[in-house]
């Protein structure tokens, strides 16, 4: 069993030519998408399939964006990551439909062992990640390998999320923990106490 194979089932591996030679190509287009000029969606999307990287539709990577291999990230429609996303994705990162990212939103699928001994082998692992539907993550928030968020949260900035999420609650802090559910009440907000006006309102309303 080759080390990409050993990678692929979530064993220990470790980086060898052959898949530094995947993380080049990954790389080469990336660092092309983050050359673009932002807003550019035609040839954006041009280097993010160059990267591999799978996409139901409208996505978009505020410059710049980093990521390991690309073939490992599986995106919705309607996704949006503000400025320095980076995605470790030595395992596969699976991203639902209208999720929005703060900026310095980091995504960690990969790690290395506690021990010194085994560290210093040079093994390395990578575990899941995945993201629900609708689910916003603030800004400088990370979440680590094995994590599987719920769709409707939301991440407060600045968290650290060890474990699960579970759907439609709020959460935060380092560790990351549910602080609490989001309720229909929270409909008619746009921050904190302050209310949308009728004009907005009436928009709000109408979506489910």
Known sequence: MDNRERRDRGMA???????????QRAKRAIRRYNACMPFDLEEGLRC??????????????????HCEYGTHIEVGENFYANAYCTMLDVARIRIGDDV????NVSLYTAGHPIHPASRKSGYEYGIPITIGDRVW?????????????GSDSVIAAGSVVTKDVPPGVVAGKNPCRVIRSITE?????????????EEVWEVIRRIE
């Open 13 to 23: 591996y470790i980086t060898d030519e052959a898949i530094v030679e995947e993380q």
């Open 137 to 149: 993550i603030g800004g400088n928030c990370v979440i680590l390998p094995g994590v599987t968020i």
């Open 185 to 197: 009440d929270d409909r008619k907000y746009y921050y904190k106490d302050r209310v949308f006006d």
């Open 100 to 103: 929005l990212f703060g900026p």
């Open 48 to 65: 993010l399939d160059e990267a591999g990287i799978c996409h139901k539709g409208e996505v978009y990577f505020e410059p710049p964006f």
